[in-house]
């Protein structure tokens, strides 16, 4: 992944790479039984999106998974579209910049495998008792 230089913001690029570096780094069992999930970094959500979550605020929304999660899928549904995880550039950045005590690598990776757990069909408070329990 290239740096950012003269004070310029991470690029989508950058964050799509970080995604790559984050996803790459998690075990091999999991990155497998994530499947064919498409991962895309956007600046912001789409207005559609955000008004189907009712959210008024484009920076309040990091990541979404979009897709019928694992837990729902069955062999008789017909071929559902393809699954995609939502990486938004913008309100990451500025989670990031208002954090001040965690690497943008970091919060990246969080974000991803945060919506990587909506795929399994896990719900926020799910994900929340996970990340709190002692490791």
Known sequence: MSEPTGGLAPSLDDLAAMAETAFAALPGEFRAMVGDVVFRVDDFAAAEVLDELEID???????????????????????????????????????????????????VAHVLVHEIGHHFGLSDDDIDRIEAAPA
């Open 57 to 107: 605020d484009p920076f309040e929304l990091t990541g979404l998974y979009q897709g019928v999660d694992l837990m729902r899928q069955s062999v008789l549904d017909p071929a559902p579209a393809g699954a995609m995880i939502f990486l938004y550039r913008r309100p990451i950045l500025d989670e990031w910049v208002e954090r001040g005590d965690v690497a943008l690598q970091d919060l």
